[in-house]
């Protein structure tokens, strides 16, 4: 075999091990990726907790984000906001629990502002998450003046009656057909999933990378065969 052939063929081997690796790495990072969302989904499959009994006393919440909670409370009258950045829009209100706190409720999605009356003690469960991401979006151009393109919850508690709860939640299909809206999707919290999936992956690329680069050091110390050099 000539010299370049034998260069060309041990630069392509490097290459074929290095595209396996790649290969490796993006099965585990998938691995990762799957993993984050089934935490997420176990963790909102968990048995309901009582909120109340999860808020210390200096107002922080244990960690139940992305978990079902029962609450007990009356919404709090005329102060309706409107979220998201196409309909139909999630309805959110104040919902005052039994110790006072407040605690922000997402009834479902609506094409529409609706009428919401208060005074009526409800036990309601859904999904308590942390605020939205504060993102760079607006609402629709027709929606009232006072919706929000995220729930954000340091807006509302410039508006709402305090103290405020550090999340808020988002009733399930049943509890949406209760006021007769479409049901909203909870934003379940990012898990941090399994991190030795992740470490693998990144390891199968760096194992990659070297191949390649080990590859092409072998190949240029290739010298020519006694054959070629008395050619």
Partial sequence: MSLRFRRTLTIL?????ALVMVVLGIW???SFQRSVVDIAEERAAQAPVALANNIRADGTVEDIYGR???LTGEIVPDRQVLVGTNWPLRV????EMDDGRVVPLVLGRTDAPIDIEGGDVLDVEGVLTAGDVDEDLTPPPDAPSDSMPTLRLQELVQEWPQPMV???VTLDANGAARFGLEPAEAALPE???TSMHQGYALQWWVF???????????????????REETR
């Fill in 13 to 17: 081997i490097g290459v074929v091990v």
């Fill in 28 to 30: 585990q990072m998938s």
């Fill in 68 to 70: 079902r909670v029962e």
């Fill in 92 to 95: 959110a209100v104040p919902l």
């Fill in 166 to 168: 550090a999340g808020y």
């Fill in 191 to 193: 898990a941090q999933g």
């Fill in 208 to 226: 990659a990378a070297a191949a390649i680069a080990f590859s092409i050091v072998v190949a240029r110390g290739l010298t020519p065969s006694a």
